[in-house]
């Protein structure tokens, strides 16, 4: 990553009070921003949020296996249907007493009403993986934006500690001076020097923070080698968080019908179709057949080539197999109601959590703005005294100092709220639909 230029770090500066501004007003951020920044012609440079996802969704390995799930449930739906056709066995006899063979095709143990049963169960098993497989998108989705917000907090950072190790190379330089004419001491230059060298460091360590997350986002998405990461935070900001954010985070609601929450519906009515499956295995089995006549038999028929039979079986007594499964498979569903209604719960308690948290980042956000206006006016006052010699530079200097660690914890709260919002984001299911456009028909096996 290189390093910023003086104006541009002006320009990133100005942005950020601008930001800082919008949120201490509870201004909306203008509409549209990113529309002219999106699409642009070199494809190993990811400039947003969207493009990264649209990447991702493409190869990671944990999307592409649970895609391949909800093709092998498929195979099995084809498995059900086929099952309303009897599985037929060719059986042949020769009797060498007699000279003669006999051969039957016959099919046993035919349910023609188990197939019914075991399709739509096995319908919704491919519903659920289809869910599981949205579910895990979402996911992906949301640790996807966590990375761009570590990005973007890490890349505002180097720049505050390379400002501040500027300002302090001003403040070694003015040192040194005073030193010249004997007006410090040796203890003020080695404070001047390890003060900037500690800032350096700083500002090292961030850069390399920064760059560990472009490189774990290129192997996670399975990006070229050579892709770089040049986002505009504006249009990132608004992807992930949503256009006038600031209002509309304040709007969401809990979801009523989530992905985990559709998952725990099926499995309930999965479950009731188990329990008519147990049923079923009341019902009597068919038995098919078509075979020549039997060589043994005193009743053969010399003018007959074949006998075509149906008939039934019943089992008798199974050791109450049978009536334990059905009362088996309605106590499974009992305990699914109650897994659902402790889902419920725990939701609507992870909501509540994360409304909180919001709230609380957001007010700790504004409080956090309105010092640093502050801290801007004392600074301009502070400039007045220092040309009329009220103030010394090396306390100008310090309070410059100070005014960049006050923008360094604004901006770590400003990341603390962002990450709230996007669990907001990411409970509602308004990230993944503003996104992604997922289309359950797409997976259908038609």
């Known amino acids: 990553m290189k390093k910023t230029s003086a104006p541009l770090l002006k320009r990133l500066k100005n942005r950020i009070i601008a930001l800082s501004a919008f949120i201490a007003l509870g201004c909306a951020l203008p509409a549209g921003i990113w529309a002219d920044t999106v699409g642009e012609s070199d494809p190993s440079v990811i400039r947003d949020y969207r493009t990264g996802v649209i990447a991702g969704l493409k190869t990671i390995p944990q999307l592409q296996r649970s895609k391949i799930e909800i093709e092998l449930k498929h195979l099995d739906e084809d498995d059900s249907r086929w099952s309303y056709v009897p599985t037929i066995e060719l059986a042949g006899y020769y009797y060498f007493s007699a000279d003669e063979a006999t ?50 907090v890490q890349q505002r950072l180097a720049d505050q500690y390379l400002q501040m190790e500027q300002l302090a190379e001003k403040k070694k330089r003015f040192v040194e001076i005073k030193s010249e004419i004997s007006a410090s001491s040796p203890l003020d230059m080695a404070i001047a020097q390890r003060t900037r060298q500690q800032l350096k460091a700083r500002t090292e360590a ?212 962002f990450k709230a919002g996007l669990e907001l984001r990411h409970l509602s299911g308004q990230l993944l639909t503003d996104t992604v456009n997922i289309s359950f028909s797409d997976y259908r096996d038609d």
């Open 206 to 417: 961030a850069l390399l923070r920064a760059q560990a997350i472009e490189d774990g986002l290129v192997i996670g998405l399975n990006l070229p080698e050579n892709s770089t990461f040049d986002l505009e935070r504006i249009v990132v900001l608004e992807q992930i968080l949503g256009q006038d954010w600031v209002k509309g985070l304040a709007r969401l609601t809990q979801p009523e019908n989530s992905f985990q929450y559709q998952i725990h519906q099926k499995m309930e009515l999965l479950q009731e179709k188990k329990i008519l499956l147990a049923y079923s295995k009341y019902m009597p089995d068919l038995l098919l057949g078509v075979r020549t006549p039997d060589a043994l038999s005193l009743s053969s028929q010399e003018d007959i080539d074949y006998f075509f039979y149906i008939g039934v079986g019943v089992t008798l007594w199974d050791g109450q197999k049978r009536s334990r499964d059905i009362t088996r498979q309605e106590l499974l569903l009992r305990q699914l109601k109650y897994d659902t209604r402790a889902f419920e719960n725990d939701e609507s308690l992870k909501w509540l959590e994360a409304v909180q948290n919001y709230t609380v980042a957001v007010l700790e956000v504004q409080t956090s703005a309105d010092l640093l206006e502050l801290n801007k006016a004392r600074l301009k006052k502070l400039g007045y005294d220092l040309e009329t010699g009220n103030v010394s530079p090396q306390d100008y200097f310090d309070s410059q100092m100070r005014g960049h660690q006050k923008s360094i914890e604004h901006i770590l709260k400003e990341h603390k709220m």
């Open 103 to 152: 051969i039957s095709f016959h099919a046993a143990n035919y349910r023609p009403w188990e197939p019914y049963y075991s399709l739509q169960a096995r319908e919704m098993i491919t519903d659920i993986a289809m869910l599981k497989h949205a579910e895990a998108i979402s996911l992906a989705a949301k640790k996807i934006a966590e990375s761009y917000l570590k990005l973007l």
